[in-house]
């Protein structure tokens, strides 16, 4: 098991937009991710107050990043998937205090040799 060397990083976008919102991810160095369907449940008065539509299906792309590619990734996903963008993504990241079963990237660099 590998420990503190990982950051997971959901982008919850609208429905449709999980695809674009890994191709984004995968310019910035991710190498893959997983997308989970689902509904967005929101009170209407808080979304008129802050201005958006709300819209039920949403997708849930969760990447699991090495940290120092972190901060590109999620800037990245919010300048091009984020609110003001027809994903209105919410784009954040928690810690991974330890992860098995990745590939280190070291062993598949020496892989493709």
Known sequence: MTKNKHEVIFAIVNAGYAEDAMRVAREEGARGGTILNGRGVA???EAAF???TIHAEKELLMLVVEKEIRDRVLHA???QMGMQQKAQGIVFSLPVSEAAGLLAKE???KKEQ
């Open 77 to 79: 996903l919010y300048k």
């Open 50 to 52: 802050f201005g958006i």
């Open 107 to 109: 062993s598949e660099d």
């Open 43 to 45: 009170n209407e008065k």
